[in-house]
């Protein structure tokens, strides 16, 4: 539970650990290219990292408020678009650095093809 997470259960071993990948196909040019992007479910995907944001932040489940926050910065540095939008609005490259200047860095993978006839 958040509220009864300690450093001591923070530490623990991980029970499971997923990976989520989005594959987007279509042409560039007159190329075909194929773009995948592999992350981990979770901000952490061995102990020593969600012991680390838990020594950060207090708690380790933080997939829902780092985010807000970094969103509400982009509003507050004038940045995001004015009115309601949906997160896909945002700067994607502005946001992923401000959750790393606040200690919640995504790592991913990033893998782009293309075919090439010779």
Known sequence: SFLMETAEIAGLPIPTVGRTAVEVSGKRG???VDYKVVYPISMYTVPEERLALFNKFGASNIYVSLPAIAGAKMCM?????????AAECLDPVLFLKIMGEMGGSIKFQEICTKNVVM
Do not use: K
């Not at 540095?77 to 939008?85: F, N, Y």
């Open 77 to 85: 540095m004038e940045s995001a678009p004015r009115g309601v939008i």
């Open 30 to 32: 007159e190329e075909t």
